[in-house]
Nanobody, 118 residues
Framework: VQLQASGGGLVQAGGSLRLSCVAS????????MAWFRQAPGKEREFVAY????????NYADSVKGRFTISRDNAKNTVYLQMNSLKPGDTAVYYC????????????WGQGTLVTVSS
């Protein structure tokens, strides 16, 4: 199983980015997906979760109302739309896959760096 994350970059505070994560190697639609992030010098933290069908989502309080997770099972892709970005959102963002992706993911992507300048 491979998860390929992309879409990171440098953006000014208040701007937007959309991250993508393409999965291969198993039936994408059978598994939940999640996004995590790790800022420099900090532990990895949960950002967002979406169930296998896309009709159930969950967010960290710090991103609620600004970030939106979605998925396209036909394209084996999960997305993270990030709006109103803040310097505190600067981190490497990782996608993860599993039956319980938010707490016990069994596969991880390589990460994509998001840098928000003030």
């Amino acid at each position: 199983v491979q998860l390929q994350a992309s879409g990171g970059g440098l953006v000014q505070a208040g701007g937007s980015l959309r991250l993508s994560c393409v999965a291969s190697g198993r039936t994408f639609s059978m598994y939940a997906m999640a996004w995590f992030r790790q800022a420099p010098g900090k532990e990895r933290e949960f950002v967002a979760y979406i169930n296998w069908s896309g009709d159930s989502t969950n967010y960290a309080d710090s991103v609620k109302g600004r970030f939106t997770i979605s998925r396209d099972n036909a394209k084996n892709t999960v997305y993270l739309q990030m709006n109103s970005l803040k310097p505190g959102d600067t981190a490497v963002y990782y996608c993860a896959s599993g039956l319980n992706a938010a707490n016990d993911a069994d596969y991880w992507g390589q990460g994509t760096l998001v840098t928000v300048s003030s």
